[in-house]
Every structure is written in structure tokens, then in C-alpha cells.
């Protein structure tokens, strides 16, 4: 049985995670996450009941019931770095004893769906729509810290990109990574295109956005925009967290996805920041079929 030492799991004072600083019992198995710590009141709205409400850095954290279902609703900041936090935290009040400090017998499956907010790449995917990350491309570098990396990733997806869009060596390696297939299909009727995200790992530079200081190469979003693979999966848009959640989880043995509401189309150069309604409209359907 794997036993967890203070340093590697660290709890606070009054029993919670280092982080999160939720306590095990005031988890659910069904979590929505979002980014922004205020989108959490905007989900909560829509419960019944609530029973927690707990608040540390940008990690805002409710538990309540929607329609009956118990579900907590956590955000988790910008990018993979936070996922990293979140998701080992979240597994670690599911499936290690906070008292023993010992890995749980029994394992507890969560199940996870990340609703956000993104860039479209393509014509297909207009602001307003709703997009599932049904693959993920990870420019972050997370996953590649963990044993099982290359047993949960599609490898000949990644050399096909890289070829494409001729990666420069001195960044991270790309990991691409399903959602969980069966939770694509339980949230992902109609109105949902599924498609393949880019988690970048920074809003500018990263994502292909030239302020002040010039790109390294100024061409990777066309060669992106263009790269198709061999099944016709084309990339469709970019967030910032989706590769982590689905790697991660998939490691742990979680269920997760993410999608999210195209708020920008950056090949025609347009950004639409009034989105409340449209976020609120996903986070609806969410609730419905988690
Ligand atoms: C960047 O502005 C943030 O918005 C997107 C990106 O993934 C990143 O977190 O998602 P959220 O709206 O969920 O935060």
C-alpha cells in the first residue's frame, strides 16, 4: 500500500488540501471545473442547495446539489500548471485517507468536465459555438513528467504534427491525448462540435499573439491552421488547460473533458468579450448531462 509522507501530500491544520483547502468529505464525484474563481458563483447559481463554499488564491471551490445530483464546482486558474495542482489534489481527497496518509483500497473514480472559454481556427468553429476538446494537444510539457506518458498519448499523431508544423526543438514536447470517450458522448449531443485544442502554454506569444516582442515563428498558427491528419482531424481551437485535465486524469483513471464556448476567431481576427450568456447557456447543459 503506498503511504504518502507530509512533504509529497501536504495537509493543512484543519484536515484539507494544501491548495484547495477542501476537505475530503466536501468533495463530490461529479466536479465541474472553470478557470475563473467568479464562474464558480455563476455554476452555484443554478444549485439547490449548497454546503460548502470555500475560498483559497484562484482556487474557489462550492458543493451543492443541481436537480438532485450532488456536484462540486471548482476553478482552477490559468493554465496546466494550475491543472497539475488541481487534479492531484482532487484525486489525492478522493483516493488517499487524509488520516493514515495511506493510498485508499478501494479506488474512487471522478468524473470531471472542464467548461471554458476559447480561440477558433477554423470557419467552422464562429464565436458562440461550442466546442468539446475531444483531442488535445498539450504545448505545455505537464504530462511528460509522468511515467505512462507514452501509453496514454497518440504518437503518431505527435510526429505528424511536429513534421507539419516543423517544431522548434528548444520547446516542449507536444502531448496529444484523448478526453474520455464515453463522457464526450454523454455531454456532446448537437449543438457540440468535437474537435482537436491546442493547450498553449501562455495567452501570447504561445497562442501566436505578437505584441511588442517579435515571435519565433511568426508562421506556426497558418501551419496550424493548415495541418490536417490522416483521419481529417483538423485543430480547431485554443485554450490553455484541456491537455493536462486529460492526461492527468487519464493517468489517475478519472473521467474528464473539457469544452468550451469560442469567444475569439482568430484567423478572422475577431473577439467577442460579451459572453456571459452564451457561458451560461453551456454551463446549463453541463449541469443536465453530467
Ligand atoms: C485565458 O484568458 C484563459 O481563458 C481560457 C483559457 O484556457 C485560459 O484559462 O479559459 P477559461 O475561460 O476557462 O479560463
Redesign the pocket.
Known amino acids: 500500500m503506498k503511504h504518502f509522507p507530509e512533504s509529497e501530500l501536504i495537509i493543512n491544520q484543519d484536515g484539507s488540501a494544501f491548495h484547495l483547502h477542501v476537505r475530503p468529505e466536501q468533495l463530490s464525484d461529479k466536479i465541474i471545473l472553470?478557470?475563473?474563481p467568479g464562474?464558480v458563483d455563476l455554476v452555484a447559481s443554478f444549485f439547490d442547495t449548497k454546503e460548502c463554499d470555500i475560498s483559497s488564491r484562484e482556487f474557489h471551490t462550492i458543493t451543492g446539489t443541481y436537480k438532485g445530483k450532488r456536484i462540486t464546482v471548482v476553478s482552477h486558474?490559468?493554465?496546466t500548471d494550475n491543472i497539475d495542482i488541481v487534479v492531484n489534489e482532487l484525486d489525492a481527497l478522493a483516493n488517499i485517507d487524509f488520516e493514515t496518509r495511506n493510498e485508499k483500497p478501494e479506488f474512487r473514480q471522478l468524473t470531471m468536465v472542464?467548461?471554458?472559454?476559447?480561440g477558433g481556427l477554423q470557419p467552422h468553429v464562429p464565436i458562440g459555438t461550442f466546442v468539446i476538446s475531444e483531442k488535445s494537444i498539450g504545448f505545455d510539457g505537464v504530462l511528460n513528467f509522468y511515467a505512462g506518458r507514452n501509453e496514454v498519448c497518440d504518437l503518431e499523431f505527435e510526429k505528424a504534427f511536429c513534421d507539419f508544423v516543423e517544431w522548434n526543438s528548444l520547446w516542449a514536447a507536444p502531448y496529444v491525448i484523448d478526453a474520455d470517450k464515453e463522457l464526450v458522448e454523454q455531454i456532446g449531443k448537437g449543438e457540440m462540435v468535437k474537435g482537436v485544442t491546442i493547450?498553449a502554454n501562455g495567452?501570447y506569444g504561445p497562442q501566436g499573439r505578437e505584441l511588442r516582442v517579435p515571435l519565433a515563428d511568426k508562421n506556426l498558427n497558418k501551419k496550424i491552421e493548415a495541418f490536417k491528419y490522416k483521419d481529417g482531424h483538423v485543430i480547431t481551437n485554443y485554450?490553455?488547460?484541456s491537455s493536462a485535465l486529460a492526461g492527468l486524469s487519464k493517468l489517475m483513471g478519472h473521467k474528464a473533458m473539457t469544452v468550451?464556448t469560442i469567444i475569439a476567431n482568430r484567423v478572422a481576427h475577431h473577439a467577442n468579450s460579451n459572453y456571459k450568456n452564451s457561458i451560461k447557456d453551456l454551463i446549463e447543459i453541463v449541469l443536465d448531462r453530467i
Open positions: 472553470v478557470g475563473d464562474r486558474g490559468i493554465g472542464r467548461i471554458g472559454t476559447s493547450s495567452f485554450e490553455m488547460e468550451c
